[in-house]
């Protein structure tokens, strides 16, 4: 009993809700060891007490997901070490601009035969291009890496709404498969497809157009509008991902993870609830701020580019994406804090 033992990286808001999914199959399934282990980024809450501590005497994340009980056998550990040391499955569920330095810290502390899987969405830009956190992880650590990528708003996932799923694995269908196992619940339906960068990209993707679709909400541009954003975005993911990996299957965009997170998240998720904001104080008030004031310690999704890239970026999707609504002479949104006003809708200049 209880042949692979789980950690899951993160306890933001889906990592919490994602720790609750796994726990609760865990403690129905002999192959894996009842406790999931959870690690938490240590805060102190506004009482004085840890965030951890809390966790663990209340069985609720107070701070990300408060009023769910996240199941006994979830152990919050604020010692990444620690928490990692008996794992042999990962779950990496952070923002994704902290992979790389837990990754650092995990250097040379995993046991062999260990898999990962990622829910994170986006990706690094790096000098020399777009990096998959999955590649990440899989460079860093030497382990194989999927990813779990889906229309999953973690709060009504958490209430247990149902909603789909879509795992991407590379060659391993059986490792994938037991993934599939350890999330799948009757309101949590996951299917497989062997895409692994396909699936990642349209999770990363997706929070380009969200900034879009928030747009149009603050500018009252209307429903019709907002359709065209989405299905013209959808266009464009699929555009872009094939120019960064040829692999990239078209099927890809009709599972979960492709046109229905993209719907979810222009009607329901952070960026779009930040860019509209955004837009309604006439482009005054900063996404940072915004970020603080609207998401309570979560982070809007966002993918930095390196200043110096930006220029190739622009000229790279210009010559390779379809005709775009939501910005005109300008052919890319990647940098969502300092979104170019122009580029998102021409005759809107007078808010630049
Ligand atoms: P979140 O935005 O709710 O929370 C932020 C987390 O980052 C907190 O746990 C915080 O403690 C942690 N943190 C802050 N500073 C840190 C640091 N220096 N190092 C490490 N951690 C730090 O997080 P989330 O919603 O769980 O999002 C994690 C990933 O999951 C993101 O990539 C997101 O796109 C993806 N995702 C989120 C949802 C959702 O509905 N929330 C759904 C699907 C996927
Ligand atoms: P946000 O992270 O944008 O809130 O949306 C969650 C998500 O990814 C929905 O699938």
């Known amino acids: 009993r209880g042949q692979y033992r789980v950690v899951v990286i993160g306890s933001g808001n889906w990592g919490s809700v994602a720790a ?3 726990a609760s199959n865990t ?8 406790e999931v282990w959870m690690w938490v980024y240590e805060e102190t809450l506004h009482t004085g007490e840890k965030l951890s501590e809390v966790i663990n005497q209340t069985n609720e994340n107070v ?3 408060p009023g769910i ?3 006994n056998n979830v152990i919050a550990d604020p010692d990444l070490e620690n928490a990692v040391k008996e794992a042999n499955m990962l779950v990496f569920v952070t923002p994704h601009q902290f992979v790389a330095g837990i990754c650092k810290r995990l250097v040379g502390k995993i046991r062999p035969g260990t898999e990962a899987i990622s829910l994170i969405k986006g990706m690094e830009v790096k000098m020399e291009g777009p990096f998959m956190i999955s590649k990440l992880i899989t460079d860093m650590l030497g382990i194989n890496c999927c990813v779990l990528m889906g229309a999953n708003i973690a709060n009504e ?8 799923a879509t795992v991407g694995y590379r060659q391993d269908k059986e490792v994938a498969q037991r993934w599939a196992r350890l999330f799948s619940t009757p309101y949590f339906l996951v299917s497989i497809v062997q895409d692994v960068e396909g699936v990642e990209l349209c999770g990363t993707l997706k929070n380009v157009v969200a900034i879009a679709a928030g747009l149009v909400d603050g500018l009252d541009m209307g429903n019709n509008t907002k359709a065209a954003i989405m299905r013209i975005g959808l266009r464009e993911m699929r555009a872009f991902s094939k120019l960064l990996f040829s692999s990239v299957r078209d099927s890809t965009f009709f599972e979960s993870c ?12 952070r960026n779009r609830k930040v860019s509209e904001a955004f837009a309604r104080s006439g482009g005054k008030r900063s996404f940072d701020e915004l970020e603080a004031e609207l998401l309570q310690g979560q982070k809007l999704q966002n993918n ?4 110096p890239l930006e220029q190739q970026a622009i000229d790279l999707a210009a010559t390779n994406c379809h005709p775009p609504l939501w910005y005109s002479d300008r052919k890319f949104i990647i940098e969502s804090r300092k979104i170019r006003w ?5 005759r809107q200049k007078k808010f630049m």
């Open 342 to 346: 122009d580029w998102v809708c021409p």
């Open 258 to 269: 492709g046109v229905a997170d993209l719907i979810t998240t222009c009607l329901g998720g």
């Open 304 to 307: 930095a580019i390196p200043e």
């Open 157 to 164: 996932i958490a209430v247990e709404k149902f909603s789909e």
């Open 20 to 22: 609750k999914l796994i």
């Open 63 to 65: 701070k990300y997901l």
């Open 69 to 71: 009980k996240l199941g």
């Open 27 to 34: 403690i129905k399934q002999p192959i894996f060891y009842d």
